[in-house]
């Protein structure tokens, strides 16, 4: 394991321990409750559709009961999930990201790339906009022509494209 | 020997120009992939899988492999010169790999690892050539009762032989399941765990599940240690090649001892990781310069590279003759032939002769092509890392985006895919194994369609998975193997507390 270097406070491990584990345990009871619905006995011609999930939710719950316990009394001396500093970084990328996906709906693909990466090249690299610019515009082309033209796969697009005849 | 004449003709097809240009194309494809931190083989062939439809199923496997030999190839790359492992595989390579690149060594080390991953990919296609037909003949023979017993065999051994904890394994992989099952019910046609919704309908996909949690995942973990590139030069002149296979030559040993490691852990479901810790370790133990190893020992390169690759390669053996793939990247492959129209099991070797010594002869050129590639042109795949990481991020972010959108044309695949990203980010810092939901996501429903199919052939009554030596020696290989790591816990305390009653004075 890195050493976690500078940044002494920031989500414990053993908080992120128990939250996965309840997660999961969530996940378990989804099914049997699922399972329940569809029916977990026997049919006449065998097992019902909700036998198995049923069954594999009960499982879930049970592991992630003894995870929780496990996490619960093992004691790390709070020993960090992640310092804020490192969130931080993490977040630097995950934000961008997530308002990437969302932005594929509205604006297709080719257009929320671009802004990505002049983002990160911007943001995160500290590259100017005359190092950024060309660089984002020959990615999203590539693929333009990698994709839609070479492949013929059509991926998201938005207004832009439209516009411009796609 | 049919084996080998099937090989032959195996080869006549693997050697046809546009399938010798796809392997080639997909070596260097593969290589790219396993030096960039963020992309693996296993989400690396996920991205590409949706590309390859317009192929027929021949060439289509044949460049999917050969980006996973490339991976595989390439992650020493990066180990040697960076002491960034590229794959996880490749960690205990940095341990020598590193040191001996940092004493001007790298050529060397480079050359020993390039050398020691095509023999050990030599001797398990070997193994593959010549044992999974076997393997496959004698599964022919098995119904649906067998076929589960094969199945909880192999996810027993997940728990048992898994170096994480047996209830985070289990765990991840009744997740894997609990995401299998959502979708229609091809057996009744109901809709299960959508909860209404549309989207939901389709299932998860087990290519977006892997973008999203081998590949999102990797690059929030590569932004969080801060990553800063600085490498050595990485070129490799003629004599150091000389230089370094006469020295292997006085390695064969420990060369011929991890290659059986590797093979061993390829087809039980260890994998290329755990296969790779071990042979480096038994090098290790066993070596009289033991204390050395670290700081830049030779072996240290040549033992974990064997065994990676060999278990890397020798994964594709249970999922050609079984259709129960040995690692994740083995997983997608399997998927891969699923949506090709193909249905992977035994019955490959009798229905799809072409195919499967196609690629089995594609494995023998694809290494051969690969090991000159990778020799010739380590200083070009060495400069990618140069790139700032910024630009890398945000170019594998997009072509993860790509790669989970197109599998179903929806852009709601992303969003999962990011979820999934966060939620293997998270797991990966936990200690949760990824393997296991991803082979239980990849099998679960022909897992649970042989279940329902046996409990239907006893009416109900679970006797059936008793019912012959065979499906019972099988199902009770999967109790010991499930129950392995409580045994193993009992015996190391009782061993640890007779050590420490003899340690006393």
Known sequence: ?166 | MTELAALFHGFSIALAPHNLLLMTIGIVLGVLIGVLPGLGGANGVAILLPLTFTLEPVSAIILLSCIYWGALFGGAITSILFNIPGEPWSVATTFDGYPLAQRGRAAEALTAAFTSSFLGAFAAILVITFVSPLVAGFALKFGPAEFFAVMFLAFASFIGLSSAAPFKTMAAMLVGFLLAGVGLDTVTGQLRGTFGSTELMRGFHFLVVVIGLFGISEILQSIEEGLSFKGRDGRIDLKAVVRTWAEMLKHKAIILRSALIGCWMGITPAGATPASFMSYGVAKRLSPHGAEFGRGRIEGVIAPETAAHAAGTSALLPMLALGIPGSPTAAVLLGGLIMWGLQPGPMLFVEQKDFVWGLIASMYLGNVVGFLIVLVAVPWFAAILRIPFPIIAALILVVCAIGAYTVNNAAFDIVLMLIFGVLGYVMKKLDYPLAPLVLALVLGDRTEQSFRQALLMSEGSFTIFFANPLVASIMIAGFVMLFWPLVARLRSRRTGGARAAAQAP
């Open chain 1, 1 to 166: 394991m890195p050493q976690f270097a500078g940044g002494g406070s920031g989500i414990s491990q053993k908080l992120m321990e128990l939250l996965l584990a309840l997660l999961f345990a969530a996940g378990g009871v989804l099914a049997i409750v699922e399972g329940q619905r569809l029916g977990n006995g026997w049919d006449f011609d065998g097992p019902q559709a909700g036998y198995f999930p049923f069954w594999i939710g009960i499982l879930l719950v049970a592991a992630s009961l003894v995870n929780f316990l496990n996490a619960l009394r093992r004691n790390r001396d709070g020993q960090l999930f992640v310092s804020w500093q490192r969130l931080f970084l993490v977040l630097q990328v995950l934000v961008p990201a997530v308002i990437y996906g969302v932005a594929i709906f509205y604006v297709g693909i080719y257009v929320a790339s671009a802004a990505l990466v002049l983002w990160f090249m911007r943001g995160l690299g500290g590259f100017s906009l005359r190092q950024a610019v060309p660089v984002a515009a020959a990615l999203v082309l590539l693929a333009f022509f990698v994709f839609e033209i070479w492949f013929l796969v059509p991926l998201p697009k938005g207004p832009v494209e439209q516009a411009l005849g796609f």
